[in-house]
């Protein structure tokens, strides 16, 4: 059984990266996805990570808008 999603994700920028954090989900590990088009299909930023924030290294130096979605997956 899949972890509750995390909650409270904020993007703000730093510089050219996008930072990404998150409240922990217990007992859990982190995917982070993204995509430029809601519509559209969503990429692997991150496969597994055990942190609560990530750094979008370079978002911010393209005229595109990215959309983010962070899964928890059970450990």
Known sequence: M???APQGL????AGN???LDW???EAA?????????????F???AGVTAD???FDTNAVTTDEQRFYIVK???E
């Open 10 to 13: 904020v993007v703000a920028t």
């Open 43 to 45: 990429a692997t930023l």
């Open 52 to 54: 609560t924030f990530f």
């Open 23 to 25: 409240n922990p989900v």
């Open 17 to 19: 990266d996008a930072r």
């Open 2 to 4: 899949n972890p509750p």
């Open 72 to 74: 928890a997956v059970a």
């Open 29 to 41: 590990t982190y995917q982070i996805w993204y995509t430029t088009d809601p519509q559209g299909a």
